[in-house]
């Protein structure tokens, strides 16, 4: 792997910034995955926002160590990462993942093994808000 990046942070994400930090003349393909506030979850609707908590150091440690397995295990050129905090609007993005390697396959599959196993390891804890209430849910 040529080149890769994690940020965990409280502004907001702009997925083309990632798409042009992992692109290269030398790859094929590039794979950008945006992660959006909807308006439900598996049992609510009028989901107005969430909101991010995060151990930060934790979660670019974990999410780094993600990111090598999917480069020990396809071949990739750049994978970047960035996972929002605080509150978040519907329709903002709250998590990208790009990666770009020389084929699809491989961008393909190490951006879905990054996106799930970051939703699965690492310490991020998601609230979601809507009108008259509030809940902690699990995964980012």
Same mark, same amino acid.
């Given at each position: 792997m040529r080149l890769s990046r994690v940020r965990v942070r409280s502004d907001a994400?702009? %997925?083309?910034?990632?798409? +042009?930090?992992? $692109?290269? %003349? +030398?790859?094929? $393909?590039t794979v950008v995955f945006v992660g959006t506030v909807r308006d439900h979850s598996e049992d609510r609707t009028g989901v107005t926002h969430l909101e991010?908590?995060?151990?930060?150091d934790q979660v670019e440690r974990v999410v780094s160590e993600i990111v090598d397995e999917a480069a020990a295990r396809w071949a990739v050129e750049a994978v970047a990462v960035d996972h929002r905090t605080g509150s978040v609007l519907l329709g903002e993005p709250s998590v990208v993942v790009a990666v770009? $390697? &020389?084929?699809?396959? &491989?961008a393909f599959e190490a951006a879905r093994f990054v996106i799930d196993e970051l939703k699965h390891r690492a310490p991020i804890w998601k609230k979601e808000h809507w009108p008259g209430g509030a809940e902690w849910s699990q995964g980012s």
């Open positions: 994400i702009d %997925p083309q910034e990632l798409h +042009s930090f992992v $692109a290269s %003349p +030398s790859t094929g $393909a991010y908590e995060v151990y930060q770009s $390697a &020389a084929h699809r396959d &491989a």
